[in-house]
């Protein structure tokens, strides 16, 4: 398949799913449409322009579009309570960019032993990762652009120059969106798990109680 079309796919989902009041669940309750547009507007309006930036032998392609998007992965988490949460959310998004470059240069190297396809593997962990670090999804959003980001540059650097990173490109987009959407669809399994286990633990307590001694 050709890069982009997974992410025109996903989020097409998306805003399906948030027109049709399912907000909720795919991580947008909270958030204003009219502003999510307004960024889905000028991350494909910014989306051909780009600059490379060169560190030594490593060099990074930057799309505009990934730039308004790492600023709106910013605003998502600020005001938190809590200066530790911002660190600790950079944390995880440091470590899981260094695995999913790292399983990157893996399968460059050898693309043999994948699991589903050498494309989404990598993306795919960098989502149950971003799940297993916080079921919010503002927060599970802010760690993926940044692990997305992170990946990439771990990638050109272990390549030693051999590859040009490029952050916004749009196989990039496709593996961030892959990973945002695994990271959702694992944190709603768990919701509606933890809501199924607690409605059948109050339906026993209560079949416990009408029962005769």
């Not at 240069?105 to 050898?110: E, I, R, V």
């Not at 799940?131 to 599970?140: D, G, L, M, N, T």
């Not at 990973?179 to 509606?192: K, L, N």
């Amino acid at each position: 398949m050709n890069p982009g079309y997974i992410t025109l796919w996903i989020v097409m989902i998306l805003f399906i799913l948030m027109a049709t009041g399912w907000s909720e669940w795919v991580g947008a309750a909270i958030a204003h449409k009219r502003i999510l547009t307004i960024i889905a507007a000028g991350c494909i309006i910014l989306q051909p322009l780009q600059h490379t930036t060169a560190f030594g032998t490593v060099s990074i392609m930057w799309h505009a579009s990934a730039i308004l998007l790492m600023l709106a992965a910013l605003s998502a988490v600020h005001g938190q309570g809590l200066a530790e949460a911002k660190w600790y959310l950079l944390l995880c998004a440091l470590l899981t960019g260094v695995i999913w470059g790292c399983l990157q240069k893996m399968y460059l190297a050898d693309p043999v032993f994948y699991w589903l396809d050498p494309r989404w593997d990598a993306p795919l962990l960098g989502g149950i990762l971003a799940a297993a670090f916080s079921s919010k999804a503002k927060h599970q959003f802010a760690v993926l652009v940044f692990s997305a980001v992170f990946a990439e540059i771990n990638f050109a650097v272990l390549s030693g120059g051999r590859y040009i990173g490029g952050v916004g490109e749009l196989a990039w987009w496709d593996g961030l969106w892959i990973a945002f959407g695994a990271a959702r669809i694992i944190s709603m399994s768990f919701t509606i798990l933890r809501s199924v286990m607690e409605n059948l633990a109050v339906f026993l307590m209560k079949n416990k109680r009408s029962s005769p001694e």
